[in-house]
T-cell receptor, first 112, second 116 residues
Framework: NAGVTQTPKFRVLKTGQSMTLLCAQD?????MYWYRQDPGMGLRLIHY???????AKGEVPDGYNVSRLKKQNFLLGLESAAPSQTSVYFC???????????FGPGTRLTVT | GEDVEQSLFLSVREGDSSVINCTYT??????LYWYKQEPGAGLQLLTY?????DMKQDQRLTVLLNKKDKHLSLRIADTQTGDSAIYFC????????????????FGTGTRLKVLA
């Protein structure tokens, strides 16, 4: 039982490049989330999903897109990376809203 | 608006008790959580408390909730060097009673340093 996994763990992009971050969970959770963590700002929700085939915007969705084609996977895409997207990205999942969230180990992204 | 505030740093000596404090603004919280983040890792849930409870104890951890003052605290008894980490307070707020939509709000984290 791996819990929540994220790939890659580290990535460096040039401004304007695109990439996809993958999140996978093996707990059969319906709800999945993408957060970014910046110094002194805690975690901010980018997008979330309440089930396969659904996505919704969080607090800071601009510049990101997501897809949930399979229940166990939640993908975060950056179409044209900007230096302001340099951050640590965390994926999380939960059984339902309001229940505790389980977090992945994070992806450290640097955009130069 | 909703906000969760924590102090940024706390330093204690090994064996002492640590108390990490958190204040929140939204009184419609349903659950309040404490997460621990070690260097280079994701957040790990330590404990949580329902908003209708005052206290919860789990081994070395004691959570106190003062709903009147909107104040949450985490006490770690007999603090060890392995407890050094960043501790996040978080709350879940029900946004829509019919759809069951919630929102999670995280504090900025308190960095606990345990001195040997």
């Amino acid at each position: 039982n791996a819990g929540v996994t994220q790939t890659p763990k580290f990535r460096v992009l040039k401004t304007g490049q695109s990439m996809t971050l993958l999140c996978a969970q093996d707990m059969n959770h319906e709800y999945m989330y993408w957060y970014r963590q910046d110094p002194g700002m805690g975690l901010r929700l980018i997008h979330y999903s309440v089930g396969e085939g659904t996505t919704a915007k969080g607090e800071v969705p601009d510049g990101y897109n997501v897809s949930r084609l399979k229940k166990q996977n939640f993908l975060l895409g950056l179409e044209s990376a900007a230096p302001s997207q340099t951050s640590v990205y965390f994926c999380a999942s939960s059984y339902s809203f309001g229940f505790e969230q389980y977090f992945g180990p994070g992806t450290r992204l640097t955009v130069t | 608006g909703e906000d969760v505030e924590q102090s940024l740093f706390l330093s204690v000596r090994e064996g002492d008790s640590s108390v990490i404090n958190c204040t929140y603004t939204d009184s419609s919280s349903t659950y309040l959580y404490w997460y621990k983040q070690e260097p280079g890792a994701g957040l790990q849930l330590l404990t949580y408390i329902f908003s209708n409870m005052d206290m919860k104890q789990d081994q070395r951890l004691t959570v106190l909730l003062n709903k009147k003052d909107k104040h949450l605290s985490l006490r770690i008894a007999d603090t060890q060097t392995g407890d050094s980490a960043i501790y996040f307070c978080a709350e879940s707020i029900r946004l829509d009673g019919t759809s069951g939509t919630y929102k999670y709000i995280f504090g900025t984290g308190t960095r606990l340093k345990v001195l040997a």
